[in-house]
């Protein structure tokens, strides 16, 4: 069975800080997608981004990016120029390539942007 | 277009009692999935459907939960004879096909007397 990890239950940076949230998995599958969801207080999942495993290059979206080492089972999401929108619980996320289509999810972090 | 659609938002019942839930999925979506989120437990997957295959029930915790999918849209989940520790929310989500990205709906808080 996978497992997905975040050490961090919460974390509070100043508006305009870079933050990093941490995330390692466990699985004996080659070939899987690690996900990072946002959960914003009005409790919709919003997808942040997206890296396939067996893509070398780290997935970027905008002010989002991610640290992929796949050899360390390791998936951290960094937050460049962080905004006061940017307050809510995040989630990292593993889904199998083959099999069940089903999202495993950390614990999750709650992070906080302050002004 | 819309989004993923639950309803309802919130549902309070006694314990004992059975309960519907509801989800629309986006329009042209053949895959949908139901989670459920609790304090206890964090986010865990109970039921996939994909188009017309039989779907996977793994994650669901006892007998008294079911799910169907009718015509490959609208999914209702049930919830028999209703205890305390179902009290969670429970999320829909849909995606275009198998592998593709899940999108969420906004989930519906349910609350066991």
């Known amino acids: 069975a996978q497992t997905v990890t975040q050490s961090q239950p919460e974390m509070s940076v100043q508006e305009a800080e870079t933050v990093t949230l941490s995330c390692t998995y466990d699985t004996s599958e080659s070939n899987y997608y690690l996900f990072w969801y946002k959960q914003p207080p009005s409790r919709q999942m919003i997808l942040v981004i997206r890296q396939e495993a067996y893509k070398q290059q780290n997935a970027t979206e905008n002010r989002f990016s991610v640290n992929f080492q796949k050899a360390a089972k390791s998936f951290s999401l960094k937050i460049s120029d962080s905004q006061l929108g940017d307050t809510a619980m995040y989630f990292c996320a593993f889904m199998k390539f083959q099999g069940a289509q089903k999202l495993v999810f950390g614990q999750g972090t709650r992070l906080t942007i302050n002004p | 277009g819309a989004g993923v659609s639950q309803s309802p938002s919130n549902k309070v019942t006694e314990k004992g009692k059975d309960v519907e839930l509801r989800c629309d999925p986006i329009?042209?979506?053949?895959?949908l999935y139901w989670y459920r989120q609790s304090l206890g437990q964090g986010l865990e997957f109970l039921i996939y459907?994909?188009?017309?295959?039989?779907?996977?029930k793994s994650g669901l915790p006892s007998d008294r939960f079911s799910a169907e999918r009718t015509g490959g849209s609208v999914s209702t989940l049930t919830i028999q004879r209703t205890q305390q520790e179902d009290s969670a929310v429970y999320l829909c989500a849909s995606s275009l096909e198998r592998l593709y990205p899940q999108h969420f709906g906004d989930g519906t808080r349910l609350s066991i007397l």
């Open positions: 459907f994909q188009g017309n295959s039989a779907p996977d």
């Open positions: 329009s042209g979506h053949t895959a």
